[in-house]
């Protein structure tokens, strides 16, 4: 199996991970660390159910793993969503998703997915690494 070949076996394995969380046009970009831009459908305070585009930016490794020794689960979420959410900016408050567990749920599991493996997201990645 060659790289590009392994390349898209990981982003097929993480796509499975992601594919029932109700979220659609999924992009990868090689700007900074990576990008991940999506569509996720989520109810609002409304009570309407729409299609939001969310944008996250990976992070240094560091930066991910001060996140993760804190120990209230309260707030790794809102360091989570302050630190890895670009767009939209009202999502980096926990109170964004106040009328839809599930999509805060399910944000906090690309992020972590996107986080833990980001360089399958880049697609010449070990072109570039040799250049």
Not at 2 to 13: A, G, I, P, S, Y
Not at 70 to 99: C, H, S, V, Y
Not at 101 to 128: C, H, M, R, S
Request: charged share 30%; no cysteine; proline share 2%.
């Amino acid at each position: 199996m060659n790289k590009t070949e392994q390349q898209e076996l990981k982003n097929k394995e993480f796509l499975k991970k992601i594919e029932d969380k109700n979220i659609s046009n999924i992009t990868f970009k090689a700007e900074g660390l990576g990008v991940l831009e999506f569509n996720l459908m989520m109810t609002g305070k409304d009570f309407k159910t729409i299609e939001r585009p969310f944008r996250i930016e990976r992070v240094s490794t560091d930066t991910f793993f001060k996140l993760s020794s804190e120990k209230d689960e309260l707030a790794i979420g809102k360091k989570l969503l302050n630190t890895f959410i670009a767009q939209p900016m009202e999502a980096r408050d926990i109170e964004f998703f106040n009328m839809d567990q599930e999509a805060l749920e399910t944000i906090t599991v690309i992020i972590t997915e996107f986080q833990q493996t980001p360089f399958l997201f880049i697609k010449n990645f070990g072109e570039n690494k040799e250049n």
